[in-house]
């Protein structure tokens, strides 16, 4: 027997709505365990996350003591270093000055100026025999001889100093070289 087309569309719409039916019985909500397990990783992402942090502020702690303690050891790196051009004023002053009350009061001057600069930390650097490129500024070179060899300093131009145990001022020197 043949099948009216309002028959056959109706066997369509029972086939489609069965599979509808399907389909909505497929996606099945998880289960309690499932959910209880799903919640643990996210709990032990978020521990180890909050671990992560934890050990980053101590980490930060730790930077910000170290940079305190540097900035407290150099505070008064700069104003050494001002006072420095001062101290070179005295010191060409006694060198072209005549002996007299006014010399030794420029000399008394420069001898407390030295003693509150070594309180300090400032220490001149001590220019040897041999140019150490650290702590000195070969600001020219003059052809070396057997009295001054390759690479020793022949002249100090200009005294270096230390703040603690980094360069306040390079001492300018005269290198020999061959």
């Given at each position: 027997?043949?099948?009216t087309?309002r028959q056959?569309?109706?066997?369509?719409?029972?086939?489609e709505?069965a599979?509808?039916?399907?389909?909505?019985?497929e996606?099945?909500?998880?289960?309690?365990?499932?959910?209880l397990a799903?919640?643990?990783?996210?709990?032990?992402?978020?521990?180890?996350?909050?671990?992560y942090?934890d050990?980053?502020?101590?980490?930060?702690r730790?930077?910000?003591?170290?940079?305190?303690a540097?900035?407290?050891?150099?505070?008064?790196?700069?104003?050494?270093g001002?006072?420095?051009?001062?101290?070179?004023?005295?010191?060409r002053?006694l060198?072209?000055?005549?002996?007299?009350?006014l010399?030794d009061?420029?000399?008394l001057?420069?001898?407390?100026?030295?003693?509150?600069?070594?309180?300090?930390?400032?220490?001149?650097?001590?220019?040897?025999?041999?140019?150490?490129?650290?702590?000195?500024?070969a600001?020219?070179?003059?052809?070396?001889?057997?009295?001054?060899?390759?690479?020793?300093?022949?002249q100090?131009?200009?005294?270096?100093?230390?703040?603690?145990?980094r360069?306040?001022?390079?001492?300018?020197?005269?290198?020999?070289?061959?």
């Amino acid at each position: 027997m043949g099948a009216t087309p309002r028959q056959l569309m109706s066997e369509d719409e029972t086939v489609e709505d069965a599979t509808d039916e399907v389909v909505e019985d497929e996606t099945i909500e998880p289960t309690l365990e499932e959910k209880l397990a799903e919640a643990i990783a996210r709990a032990e992402k978020a521990e180890a996350e909050i671990t992560y942090k934890d050990a980053d502020i101590i980490n930060i702690r730790k930077r910000n003591a170290s940079d305190r303690a540097e900035l407290m050891k150099f505070a008064g790196f700069n104003l050494s270093g001002r006072i420095l051009p001062v101290l070179d004023s005295l010191e060409r002053a006694l060198d072209n000055a005549e002996d007299g009350p006014l010399t030794d009061g420029i000399r008394l001057t420069r001898d407390n100026l030295l003693d509150a600069l070594q309180a300090e930390g400032v220490t001149p650097i001590e220019v040897g025999s041999d140019f150490d490129p650290n702590v000195m500024e070969a600001l020219t070179t003059l052809p070396a001889s057997e009295e001054h060899p390759d690479g020793t300093v022949i002249q100090t131009l200009e005294s270096g100093w230390m703040y603690k145990d980094r360069v306040l001022r390079p001492a300018r020197v005269v290198v020999s070289k061959e």
